[in-house]
């Protein structure tokens, strides 16, 4: 009878460990997704952003940036089988909005340009910057179209 009894009671010890485990697990959840753990979400939201903007967007990718001081320069390249004309793109934070110099730019097919911003604040180093885009763009049969994209261009600032 006492080795049964030790039995039961081993038995419900794994079973109190498991459930704590199980309980931990979800917490850890929950915090992550509060925003606990707000330097993971960034780095994957950035890491999101980035993938949309070389994979995703169209037809205009961006696929790569560097943010100094307060010069923002983006590297875009058409996606398109045709040659597009690049009339104005901005980048807007909150109520600031910063505008591409170098425009109007015509890309071939496959074409890439750097396009440089002068924003208003120098950045700090290792922070993390979010904007919306927004192009107007012709190509050779159609005019003034007008993109923005489904995700926010979030990019880190170099020093």
């Keep these: 009878m006492c080795g049964v009894g030790l039995m039961l009671r081993a038995q419900s010890s794994t079973e109190y460990i498991i459930v704590l485990g ?3 697990v979800l917490l850890l959840i929950t915090l ?3 925003g606990f753990f707000s330097g993971f979400t960034t780095d994957t939201r950035a890491g999101e952003s980035a993938s949309y903007w070389a994979n995703a967007a169209s037809p205009f990718s961006i696929i790569d940036w560097k943010f100094t001081g307060a010069a923002l320069s983006v590297v875009m390249q058409n996606k398109a089988p045709a040659p597009l004309a690049l009339s104005s793109f901005t980048l807007t934070a909150g109520n600031l909005t ?5 425009l109007p730019y015509t890309f071939p097919s496959g074409g890439r340009t750097t396009l440089s911003f002068a924003v208003s604040d ?3 180093a ?3 910057y979010e904007y919306d885009a927004a192009l107007n763009y ?3 049969s159609v005019t003034s179209i007008s993109w923005a994209g489904s995700k926010p261009l979030i990019v880190r600032c170099s020093g």
């Design 138 to 140: 012709s190509t050779d």
């Design 22 to 24: 199980v309980v931990l």
């Design 32 to 34: 992550s997704l509060m």
């Design 98 to 102: 910063y505008l591409a110099s170098g």
């Design 122 to 124: 120098a950045c700090q």
């Design 126 to 128: 290792d922070n993390y």
